[in-house]
């Protein structure tokens, strides 16, 4: 008994749901699904018109050739310089760094976004600057868009509603980094230089005092020599004709013990010679290599103006085509979500009346 009534309740009451009837509903329908999609497409292609177009554009650029960086190298591979030769992933890995740097994003974000929205510095500071600086992070990105195929390209992005700025944009970006990076190079450059420096100028002046003291020294053996010399009568060299001397006598003779053999006519004539001497850079065996290689150090100089830190390989050019927004996609999407939401008001006007046929019952 209670399977046949059960045959004989209808699906709706049974939970079911019967899609040739429900077809049939919206189709019933098929005005007001009509007239949302339509509304979704209208106000879909309204937003594509009426949306304020968004251009992109991109610099690219990849390491430096040799020859763009002779200058850094400019009298650093001579022998008396003895400063090692610069490459260029050197002096390119100097101007990623500042490609990146934080530095050179807040520098650029002062003295251009800023400027762009209106807003000078002194006013940077009392606006939501952590959120300027997010929609800044949007505008201009810097990536590696190939990092297996290429590691060494580098792509300097900008989006903007003006694609002249946008382009001027990404190139003074490349611009600015590469300033800085030639600046810091020229820097150390500097740095490297005048610290070899010092060391020639401290290693001169050290032979200079040393070759003194040994002046000083050696005059004060003569006098001593002179003495004994002068005690003994000795007045001549006492060499004996025809006799050699071996190393460490002929040693002892001139420098050693026995210098006061010389006689003090020859003891007293270098006595004066060394006393009156005003310099001693003439016989300072390493002092000229040390005062050339100085003399070189300081001749070393970088001219900032031909010298490139990296290869341009693409400059940025002014846009033609916005990429926002995207007019095709957003008319399909808004027909789609109208059409969407007209089923769905239909759905829930068919659900109302089946509810208030059943109540009505």
């Given at each position: 008994?209670y399977?046949?009534?059960k045959?004989?309740m209808?699906?709706?009451e049974m939970g ?5 009837e429900l077809?049939g ?5 098929k ?5 949302f999609?339509?509304l979704?497409?209208v106000?879909?292609?309204?937003y594509?018109?009426?949306?304020t177009?968004?251009y992109k554009?991109?610099a690219?650029?990849i390491p430096?050739r ?7 190298n400019l009298?650093?591979l001579?022998v ?6 610069y490459?260029?992933d050197?002096?390119?890995a ?8 934080a530095s050179l994003?807040?520098t650029?974000f002062?003295?251009?976004y ?9 006013q940077g500071?009392?606006?939501a600057r952590?959120?300027?600086l997010?929609s ?5 990105t810097v990536?590696?868009?190939d990092?297996?195929?290429?590691p060494d ?7 903007l509603e ?10 003074q970006y ?7 990076a030639?600046?810091e190079?020229a820097?150390n450059?500097?740095s490297e230089?005048?610290n070899?420096?010092r060391?020639?100028?401290a ?5 200079r ?5 040994q ?5 004060a053996?003569?006098r ?5 010399a ?14 050699s001397?071996?190393d ?5 003779f ?12 020859a ?7 060394l006393?009156?001497r005003?310099?001693?850079d003439p016989?300072?065996p390493q002092?000229?290599d040390?005062?050339s290689?100085l ?9 900032k103006?031909?010298?490139?830190v ?5 400059t940025a ?6 990429i926002k927004?995207?007019?095709p996609l ?8 109208g059409?969407m939401l007209?089923v ?7 659900a109302l009346?089946?509810?208030?046929g059943?109540?009505?019952k």
């Open positions: 008994m399977e046949e009534s045959r004989q209808p699906r709706a079911e749901i019967d899609l040739f077809c509903n919206l189709w019933k329908e005005g007001l699904i009509a007239a999609t339509i979704g497409a106000l879909a292609i309204a594509a018109l009426l949306a177009p968004i554009t991109e690219t650029v430096p040799q020859s763009d960086i002779a200058a850094f009298g650093r001579s008396q310089a003895g400063l090692i030769e490459t260029t050197q002096v390119y100097v101007f990623k760094r500042n490609l990146f740097s994003r807040n650029f002062e003295q251009h800023l400027p762009y929205l209106g807003i000078d510095a002194a500071e009392a606006v952590d959120g300027l997010r800044f992070d949007q505008i201009l990536s590696q868009p990092q297996r195929g290429r390209f580098y792509e300097v992005a900008v989006e003006d694609p002249k700025l946008a382009a001027a944009w990404a190139n490349v611009d600015l980094a590469a300033e800085s030639t600046q190079m820097e450059v500097s230089i005048s070899r420096s060391v020639a100028e290693g001169i002046s050290g032979l005092a040393l070759a003194q003291q002046r000083q020294d050696h005059i053996r003569l001593e020599a002179l003495g004994i002068s005690t003994l009568g000795i007045e001549d060299p006492q060499v004996t004709v025809g006799r001397f071996a460490s006598e002929l040693a002892a001139v420098e050693g013990d026995l210098m006061y053999m010389r006689g003090t006519r003891l007293q004539a270098e006595l004066q010679m006393e009156s005003e310099n001693d016989f300072i002092l000229r040390l005062e290689q003399a070189m150090l300081r001749d070393i100089s970088v001219d103006e031909a010298v490139a990296f290869t341009l390989d693409g050019e002014v846009p033609e085509t916005p927004p995207k007019k957003i008319a399909v999407l808004g027909t789609l979500l059409g007209g769905g008001i239909a759905l829930l006007r068919i009346r089946d509810r208030n059943s109540a009505a």
